[in-house]
């Protein structure tokens, strides 16, 4: 395997682009994690998985971790267990938001179920796992509708949330009440990070490609991938 043919000087200006985004979205609290103390969710739920549209599912994961790791060191985290799993959602909604294979997209959620309702406090709770048929539910429609920037955004944020919810009620106490509390503020939540995820990918490839052009700047779609029907034509 040659590194210098896939780790290109394109590719890897366009991945410390997005690492480095990625990393001050990071900086900007949006809301707090019920049950977690000094946790919170950021502006990079709103951006984070449209690396794997941009920049392919691995690279954009790529990106993605390293983010996440420079956050990690730069902050001073301890590792404890909330903190390390905190690193996996994105890296999920990413793949799915990048990828159009619907196995993988489909298995994941259904994993995160299953680990969920094998929890004593998750089978009293089962019904909040309901939110993670949503990514199932998208990418078992026609593709049309399921690479649709709105569903591959809902799928994406709800495999985050799947993926985090399944960890999150093996290491942190929970209770059926708390469950029930959370299902507007989830349903809140979610429709906000989707439409966030939504609008920051179609703002991206308008941005994205009118520099671009501006710039006479050629960049393979393998490397870069822009969605033309959201650029703006000049």
Do not use: C
Not at 3 to 25: P, S
Not at 77 to 93: G, Q, Y
Not at 182 to 196: D, K, N, Q, S, V
Request: hydrophobic content about 55%.
């Amino acid at each position: 395997m040659d590194l210098q043919k896939i780790f290109t000087k394109k590719r890897l200006i366009f991945i410390t682009l997005f690492v480095v985004l990625a990393f001050f979205a990071q900086r900007i609290n949006f809301a707090s994690l019920i049950g977690a103390e000094g946790q919170y969710f950021t502006l990079f739920q709103f951006f984070g998985p449209i690396a794997g549209a941009f920049l392919g599912s691995i690279f954009g994961i790529i990106a993605i971790l390293t983010a996440e790791l420079i956050n990690f060191f730069v902050v001073g985290k301890e590792a404890t267990w909330i903190n390390i799993m905190r690193l996996a959602p994105m890296l999920f909604a990413a793949y799915y938001f990048g990828s159009k294979k619907r196995n993988l997209n489909i298995i994941f959620p259904l994993i995160a179920i299953g680990l969920f309702i094998l929890h004593p406090v998750g089978r009293q709770a089962w019904f909040y796992s309901l939110f993670w048929t949503i990514p199932i539910i998208a990418r078992l429609l026609p593709k049309k509708y399921a690479l649709s920037v709105p569903l591959r955004s809902l799928g994406a944020t709800f495999t985050a949330h799947a993926v985090g919810g399944a960890l999150w009620i093996w290491t942190v106490p929970m209770t059926k009440a708390m469950y029930v509390t959370l299902l507007p503020i989830t349903a809140y939540e979610r429709l906000l990070f989707a439409a966030g995820i939504g609008i920051s990918y179609v703002a991206f490839n308008a941005l994205l490609d009118k520099v671009l052009v501006k710039f006479h700047i050629k960049v393979p779609s393998d490397i870069l991938k822009i969605e033309k029907k959201f650029t703006v034509k000049a």
